[in-house]
């Protein structure tokens, strides 16, 4: 996981480019066409110069990704953008990609990560998004 507190910005063009993308993305996911969201996101994703893990935008559009791929219970494949987006600038402490990560592994079996993961959600400001989800990650959360 790199340092948050510092990174470059992206040119203005590009990132008002994958700005509008994610946007578009979202409103395909909202639509409950996440195929169409998932091939927006990774849209947005070429227009990152590499190494792509160094630009703020790559965190949005991991996390995306990740968005959309537990949308279709692909949770392999989100847990893989998710654990991609920590290493990307201001994601670390996030509340939203810790949520996200703890669902992932907890529906893969991945307990003791997830109960981590879910700590990590909480302890960084997210305990109303925390409680908003279904009482089965709760229920991990206060298991011994």
């Known amino acids: 996981m790199i340092n948050n ?33 998932i091939r927006v996101f990774y849209s947005a994703w070429t227009l990152l110069p590499k190494p792509q893990s160094q630009w703020l935008e790559a965190g949005w559009i991991l996390t995306a990704l990740g968005d959309a791929y537990i949308a279709k219970s692909e949770f392999k494949n989100a847990k893989e953008a998710l654990l991609s987006a920590l290493h990307c600038p201001a994601t670390v402490g996030n509340p939203v990609i810790h949520l996200r990560l703890g669902q992932c592994h907890y529906e893969l079996g991945e307990n003791d990560a997830a109960q981590e993961q879910f700590k990590l959600t909480i302890n960084n ?20």
């Open 125 to 144: 400001g997210g305990e109303a998004l925390f409680y908003q989800q279904d009482n089965k990650y709760q229920v991990l959360l206060t298991a011994k």
């Open 5 to 37: 507190a510092s990174y470059q910005p992206l040119a203005n063009d590009i990132s008002n480019k994958i700005r509008r993308l994610c946007q578009q993305g979202y409103k395909h996911y909202d639509s409950d066409d996440l195929k169409t969201a």
